[in-house]
């Protein structure tokens, strides 16, 4: 999986050659966006899907690439979780978009995530180090659609799976969101 | 141009740059870490030195335990990474009106959300968060708050740490967190400049933990740093420095009180012939009060210092220059010389440059060194007993043929050394995972030396990209080559390059392939096997360069080393950086 870490950091860099200069911040997007976060692999076990938001935004970077910074937060909850968890993530990364608009942009990014368990929720006797707040750091791909609505407001509506590079394994999560965006510049 | 020279002795005591720094290309420039913090920096620019043993570097007694580069010691024990909690004074010389540095760091495979999930995880692993903002409201005010709290390489002491901290009660030993980092504080500063006159005062408050070179011991303190400065051009310097640091585990099982006060007045001046020099005189008062842990000492001193630089160049039928640095004096009871003459010859692209280098060092009676006795054993102590006659001498030979966009060469570095210390271990235990140790560091009475062999070169890659390699070999000599505690890897090869691409993103990658290691003097040798060394660092510039973001991935590929006996396995480190600016 760190490899894939690479390939990800590596796919950042060698999207981006080309002749001319980045057109970074000359188109500018805001979207607020919701949905649901569902935990894969062996946190599926724990945490139940929960409701996930986030705001996003995206800019022009180099000829169909856009770029975008994004924070997402949750509560993630379950059954069999000794504590809920507060999981928080930012997250910076590419997209291609293709001409046309009906087919999704698939897109890549790098994430620090933030995880906290309040005290008050820790059963009497455990101790676990994310009492404290833990980070760490993981990427996600992504498929995004956009439907135009007139030529500022939009609609989206996206596939992600975050992949965070805990051990002893690696926490997979899936999302699905739908969300609204207006064109700043 | 003056100014530089003098601004720039200090560093220049020991070594002088490489010839023809100033118009070397990109590839012969150091490493470029753009995300990485100072305490990376050592040991990402040359990983073939770590374990910092290199002539260039100082010898190997030099730079581990006398100071050898001409910095001030900042607290009972000569520098380390960890020990490097002075005041920094790096935000004076930026020039903007606002710059903001954020960077957060993680050494990649915390639990998180799995610590939840399984029964069976891995250990925490230490994250890194710096922060400061530098400010200037008005054209001749800069004012500076930052925030430095790095828990890297620090987790196998970390039950060391919440061991002691909870035998001493305290649960408050960093900012923020729950580790018990090796550093966090908060730093305040302010500086005010007028007709070429600087007035700067600084301050930072947190938690330190310092781990003995001798013992191993880990020790918490809480307290603050201060420092003045008023510098006058480039005539007269005087700079004061306020130390209090104290063990805050008031229910422990020792308390030790550890106060340095400090003047400095430095006058800098020039002479014919290309001379540059400054004079320190000052008052110095450590003081250490200990009930048990250490043994108490109160030193006043009056530390002098005369530094030197001339750059001579021969007349322009003859393509020679010399440089010469030098430095010698008095400080914490001990005396120092130290000598260092280069020569550089030019022909058209062949450049050739000869180094001869020389120090010595000799404590007065009534030196005082650390001396460690531990509270729970009064029969085990940890000290440190530097050599009478302190020597060493050192040369390099290099060649290189530098064309407009390539440069090869090859050079040779010989090193010889008397009294470098050797740790004479008595016992060993441990303590909450991590070892501890008594005996004590004794000057030998043998020569250690050295040589290195070292082929290099370098290019541009079109006009937005460079590259470099190079391979080398160490071999040591002397009775002591078996007994030196840090012996660095025998052999190195690898390389690297860099590409600016047009959207403004840079992508720089290194790989070394170096040999074993040897640690010892902690029970049998500590062997680290001969591993790779790699980084990644992406970095995209926004607004004409006024914002950088930049991710590193470091020791990318291969397996985790561990290269100390109580140290933290390399292995693979995200750092994230922020960098903005506004002018």
């Known amino acids: 999986m760190k490899r894939i870490f690479l390939l990800v ?63 997402h937060g949750a509560r993630l909850d379950g059954p069999e979780t000794p504590a809920p968890v507060w ?17 999704p942009a698939p897109g890549i990014g790098v994430s620090l995530n933030y995880g906290r368990v309040l005290k008050a929720d820790v059963p009497a006797g455990r101790e676990f180090f994310i009492e404290d707040g833990e980070t760490e750091f993981g990427f996600y791909p992504s498929l995004r659609w956009r439907i135009p609505l007139g030529r500022t407001w939009f609609l989206t509506a996206d596939l992600k799976e975050d992949l965070v590079m805990t051990e002893p394994k690696y926490s997979r999560t899936g999302a699905a969101h739908l969300g609204a965006g207006w064109r700043l510049k | ?94 020039s903007v009106p606002l710059a ?42 800069r004012l500076h708050a930052g925030l430095d709290q790095n828990d890297h390489f620090s987790y196998h002491t970390v039950p060391f740490r919440q061991g002691l901290a909870e035998r001493g009660g305290r649960e408050d030993l960093q900012w923020f967190g729950d580790n018990f980092p090796p550093k966090s504080q908060v730093n305040l500063g302010g500086a005010y400049t007028h007709r070429g006159a600087i007035l700067a ?66 006058f800098l001046g020039a002479s014919e012939g290309d001379w540059v020099w400054r004079l320190d005189v000052g008052y110095q008062r450590r003081e250490m009060v200990s009930d048990s842990l250490f043994q108490p000492f109160l030193e ?60 010595y060092r000799h404590p007065m009676q009534g030196y005082r060194t650390p001396t460690e ?18 020597r060493g001498l050192s040369g390099e030979l290099e060649y290189r043929e530098r064309r407009k966009a390539f440069e090869a060469g090859l050079s040779g570095t010989y090193a010889m050394e008397w009294e470098a210390p050797v740790f004479a271990l008595e016992g060993l235990d441990t303590v909450d995972g991590a070892l501890i140790r008594r005996g004590a560091y004794r000057g030998s009475a043998h020569l250690l030396q050295n040589a290195v062999a070292r082929v290099f070169a370098g290019g541009n890659l079109g006009g937005k990209g460079f590259w470099k390699t190079q391979a080398g070999w160490r071999e040591f000599w002397g009775k002591n080559a078996d007994s030196m505690e840090f012996r660095p890897s025998r052999g190195w090869v690898g390389g690297g390059g860099g590409y600016a691409f047009p959207s403004d993103l840079r992508l720089e990658l290194d790989a070394f392939y170096l040999g074993g290691k040897e640690v010892r003097g902690w029970g049998p040798v500590f062997r680290i096997p001969a591993h790779f060394e790699n980084n990644l660092t992406l970095e995209q510039s926004l607004f004409g360069d ?38």
């Open chain 1, 9 to 71: 950091c590596a796919a950042l860099g060698l999207a981006s050659p080309g002749r001319g200069e980045s057109e970074l911040l000359r188109t500018l997007f805001l979207e607020g966006e919701g949905g649901v976060a569902m935990p894969q692999g062996n946190l599926s076990r724990h945490f139940d899907p929960v409701p996930e938001f986030g705001l996003r935004i995206t800019s022009a970077y180099y000829g169909p690439l856009l770029a975008h910074i994004l924070v």
């Open chain 1, 87 to 103: 999981l928080g993530a930012g997250g910076v990364g590419l997209e291609y978009r293709p001409a046309r608009a009906w087919l």
């Open chain 2, 1 to 94: 141009m003056k100014t530089v020279f003098l601004s720039g002795l200090m560093a220049l005591a020991v070594s002088a740059p490489p010839a023809g720094a100033e118009e070397a290309g990109r590839w012969a420039r150091p490493w470029d870490f753009p995300a990485e913090s100072e305490f990376f920096r050592d040991r990402l620019e040359q990983p073939w030195n770590h374990f910092l043993l290199d002539g260039q570097q100082g010898f190997i007694a030099g730079r581990e335990f006398y100071q050898a580069t001409g910095e001030v010691s900042p607290f009972l024990w000569p520098s380390q990474p960890y020990l490097r909690f002075g005041t920094d004074r790096a935000w004076q010389s930026d």
């Open chain 2, 100 to 141: 903001v540095r954020i960077q957060a760091g993680n050494e990649i495979g915390d639990p998180l959300l799995q610590e939840l999930a399984e029964t069976e995880t891995e250990d925490n692993r230490t994250p890194l968060l710096l922060g400061d903002v530098s400010w200037a409201p008005l054209a001749e005010l």
């Open chain 2, 201 to 266: 005062a600084q301050y930072n408050q947190g938690w330190w933990w310092t781990q003995s070179p001798a013992s191993g011991w880990v020790y918490p303190w809480e307290g603050f740093n201060a420092d003045f400065l008023y510098r006058t051009g480039d005539d007269f310097e005087l700079s004061l420095v306020e130390q209090r640091w104290d063990s805050p585990l008031s229910q422990g099982f020792y308390q030790a009180h550890w106060r340095r006060s400090e003047i400095d007045m430095g």
């Open chain 2, 300 to 359: 006043q001193t009056y530390p002098t210092r005369f530094r030197y630089r001339q750059v001579w160049n021969a007349p322009d039928s003859l393509p020679l220059q010399m440089v010469s640095t030098g430095s010698m004096g008095f400080r914490e009871r001990m005396i120092h010389a130290q000598h260092a003459s280069e020569f550089r010859e030019k022909w058209g692209p062949h450049q050739a440059r000869q180094i001869l280098k020389a120090y």
């Open chain 2, 373 to 390: 006795s531990f509270a729970e054993d009064s029969s085990w102590s940890a000290a440190f007993h530097p050599g009478q006659q302190a």
């Open chain 2, 546 to 583: 006024r914002l950088k973001l930049s991710l590193t991935a470091l020791h990318a590929f291969g397996e985790d080393i561990r290269e100390q006996p109580n140290g933290n396995p390399l292995r693979f480190r995200i750092l994230a950086g922020m960098v903005g600016t506004v002018y």
